[in-house]
């Protein structure tokens, strides 16, 4: 009974609109000092810090019960995105801190990184797995330490766990942070897992110097004249969450080993193929895969 309690007041005030949403004082609501001692924050600190509560077990349950609802159930047209967030923090003693790459500020600083995984489609997406990024030096002998992961690591795992949970998802979506990495997507290919994983466009090269060749050179090598004469390139549109579209060009190229019959594909997306506006142009590595099925129609959406 206690734990219930004190798990529906952490959730409880993790949710509420407050402004100090991570203090035990603001979760309880009471004041910032003087309320420190309030029963209620003693009770949540102890749940917190002495109880025996496993986060893990918590999280496999509900990842338990979206699969077995029927209006949150994945189907095997969505997507399992990887991502990582990065929160800013002050001081050295938090768990997991470090100085490192945080994407929501866009530069490097002193915080903690998150690495998750979501599941997705048009209509509906909600977080499946969580791991905080541990830097090195938390480890007595630092990236040699067995306990040391990387993100890419800590990504694969979570991808593996999505499919083991029973997930069904279409393939693994990332952006260049994650696609750029030859290994993570060779680790995801050894799983059996099809991606498709933004490149950047420098990215890739085939060779040293004024040889170099990279996904933009082979977007420039494909043939286009103009809409009438498209060459290469096919007339897609892309449909926007709210409901717009847009009139984009997509074609197959081929840089080393990548290209329509190689394991790997490359595919350039972009809204003007002769210019690859920088802006709006898309450079995806992906893995064949077999086609979706077709999308469920009694299903209720939220």
């Known amino acids: 009974m206690a734990q219930r309690r004190g798990f529906r007041e952490y959730l409880a005030g993790l949710l509420l609109p407050r402004d100090r949403n991570k203090t035990l004082t603001c979760l309880a609501g009471t004041e910032p000092v003087a309320g420190a001692q309030h029963a209620a924050v003693q009770r949540l600190q102890f749940f917190l ?25 994945p189907h095997a047209g969505g997507v399992l995105v ?48 969580a791991v905080p990024y541990s ?4 480890f007595p002998t630092g990236k040699k330490d067995p306990g040391f992961r990387t993100k890419l690591q800590i990504a694969v795992e979570l991808a593996r766990a999505a499919k083991v949970a029973g997930t069904a998802f279409r393939a693994v979506a990332a952006d260049c942070a994650y696609g750029d990495q030859d290994g993570f997507r060779r680790e995801l290919y050894a799983a059996g897992l099809p991606f498709v994983m933004a490149l950047k466009p420098s990215h890739g090269s085939w060779a040293y110097g004024k040889d170099a060749y990279t996904p933009l050179h082979a977007a420039r090598a494909l043939t ?7 060459g290469d390139w096919t007339q897609i549109e892309r449909t926007f969450r709210d409901g717009r579209t847009e009139t984009w060009w997509a074609a197959d190229a081929t840089l080393g080993f990548w290209g329509p019959d190689g394991n790997v594909r490359l595919v350039v ?34």
Do not use: F, M
């Open 49 to 73: 810090s002495e109880s025996t509560w496993d986060h893990e077990q918590v999280n496999a349950r509900r990842v338990e019960l979206l699969l077995a609802d029927p209006t949150t159930a």
């Open 224 to 230: 286009w004249t103009d809409p009438e004469n498209p």
């Open 269 to 302: 997306a972009t809204t003007d193929p002769a210019t690859l506006p920088s802006q709006s142009t898309w450079y995806l590595a992906t893995c064949p895969a077999p086609a979706a099925p077709a999308r469920p129609t009694s299903r209720t959406r939220r």
């Open 82 to 129: 990887i991502d990582d967030s990065g929160d800013r923090k002050d001081g050295k003693a938090t768990a997991h801190i470090g100085r490192q790459w945080l994407g929501r500020l866009g530069k490097t600083d002193n915080g903690i990184v998150t690495v998750t995984t979501c599941w997705a489609d048009e209509n509906l997406y909600y977080p499946l797995h």
């Open 135 to 138: 830097p090195a030096h938390h």
